[in-house]
């Protein structure tokens, strides 16, 4: 490997089978997210929550939230 300014350069070779491993992460990504869409829409589902779910079991005032099925 040459040098540039101090910094190593990496060579073509692990540049390329670090594109090949995003691009393959990008694809099972998509692939998984296109299966729970479908299975979603079969299923009727309107609204899917992602994230933290602390707390969304109830009001501000205390009381419980009715989140049906």
């Known amino acids: 490997m040459s040098r ?3 910094h190593k ?3 073509k070779a692990l540049g ?3 594109r090949q491993g995003s691009a393959q992460v990008k694809q ?3 692939a998984m997210t296109s ?3 479908e299975i979603y829409d ?3 589902i309107k609204e899917v929550v992602v994230g933290d779910l602390g707390g969304i ?3 501000k ?3 419980g939230k009715d989140w049906n099925d």
């Open 9 to 11: 350069k990496h060579s």
């Open 4 to 6: 540039s300014n101090g």
């Open 16 to 18: 390329r089978m670090a």
């Open 28 to 30: 099972a990504v998509h």
């Open 42 to 44: 079969q299923s009727q």
């Open 61 to 63: 005032d205390g009381t």
């Open 35 to 37: 299966i729970f869409a």
């Open 57 to 59: 079991k109830k009001n």
